[in-house]
């Protein structure tokens, strides 16, 4: 990628980006680094810091997961958004234990972990940025945990499911039992039992892995 296309990207989507001296911007866009992962790919198998990852295309699923093989899915960051969980070097006295998985192909632009850390150390309005993205992404996990540790899972289940539609814009969402049990933290079996009681409800309508939202208030009052 040339450097016109590396400024006008990392313009669009970080708020320090015109806060950068010239020579700044510079740097950045030559250590930048453009990088394919696959579907089911985890991203950050290693220790390795890979740095601040944006992603250009397709998604990420970030989560926990048990001794036991039990994984609760904390976000999943999607096109434009910025992943802090592979910057733990840059970020001291931030200690987490997550896994990133590419749920598709998924096309990222890394910012390299040093020169930002060298950067961020002269520049405040980088720094900043650095903490205020992990602040929102760590307040994001608190309100996933909070959720599946005290929050009714019909009524998680039918957050999930108006997320899905509302974000893809459609009522036919294209996610298995299997799959909205791991976005849920819960058990395949209780997603299953779930949907079948959506489903005597006529609030949605169930196809091999396809959930189609057939009734929308309804599915919003389940919400509440």
């Given at each position: 990628?040339?450097?016109?296309?590396?400024?006008?990207?990392?313009?669009?989507?970080y708020?320090?980006?015109?806060?950068?001296s010239?020579?700044?911007?510079?740097?950045f866009?030559?250590?930048?680094?453009?990088k394919?992962?696959?579907k089911?790919?985890?991203?950050n198998?290693?220790?390795q810091?890979?740095?601040?990852?944006?992603?250009?295309?397709?998604?990420?699923r970030?989560?926990?997961l048990?001794?036991e093989?039990?994984?609760?899915?904390?976000?999943?960051?999607?096109?434009g958004?910025?992943?802090?969980?592979?910057?733990?070097?840059?970020?001291?006295?931030?200690s987490y234990?997550?896994?990133?998985?590419?749920?598709?192909?998924l096309?990222v632009?890394?910012?390299?972990p040093?020169?930002?850390y060298?950067?961020?150390?002269?520049?405040?309005y980088v720094?900043?940025?650095?903490?205020q993205?992990?602040a929102?992404?760590?307040?994001?996990?608190?309100?996933?945990l909070?959720?599946?540790?005290?929050?009714?899972?019909?009524?998680?289940l039918?957050?999930?499911l108006?997320?899905e539609?509302e974000?893809?814009?459609?009522?036919?969402?294209?996610?298995?039992?299997?799959?909205?049990?791991?976005?849920?933290?819960?058990?395949?079996?209780v997603?299953?039992?779930?949907?079948?009681?959506?489903v005597?409800?006529?609030?949605?309508?169930?196809?091999?892995?396809?959930?189609?939202?057939?009734?929308?208030?309804?599915?919003?009052?389940?919400?509440?």
């Amino acid at each position: 990628m040339d450097i016109v296309s590396l400024q006008k990207i990392y313009g669009q989507y970080y708020p320090f980006w015109n806060h950068l001296s010239e020579q700044e911007k510079n740097i950045f866009c030559s250590c930048s680094l453009q990088k394919t992962f696959n579907k089911g790919e985890i991203i950050n198998r290693s220790e390795q810091c890979s740095g601040f990852i944006l992603i250009l295309s397709g998604q990420m699923r970030i989560y926990i997961l048990s001794e036991e093989g039990r994984d609760v899915t904390l976000f999943r960051l999607s096109t434009g958004n910025i992943c802090v969980f592979t910057a733990r070097c840059v970020l001291d006295s931030i200690s987490y234990d997550v896994l990133i998985e590419a749920e598709d192909t998924l096309e990222v632009l890394i910012l390299p972990p040093k020169k930002f850390y060298e950067i961020s150390a002269e520049n405040i309005y980088v720094k900043c940025f650095g903490y205020q993205l992990a602040a929102q992404r760590f307040s994001e996990a608190m309100w996933t945990l909070q959720q599946v540790l005290f929050m009714r899972a019909d009524r998680r289940l039918a957050r999930l499911l108006y997320g899905e539609m509302e974000k893809l814009q459609t009522d036919e969402i294209k996610l298995t039992h299997e799959q909205i049990a791991k976005y849920m933290g819960s058990a395949r079996e209780v997603v299953s039992r779930l949907l079948k009681y959506f489903v005597d409800d006529n609030i949605v309508e169930l196809a091999r892995g396809t959930v189609k939202i057939v009734d929308k208030e309804k599915l919003i009052l389940m919400t509440k």
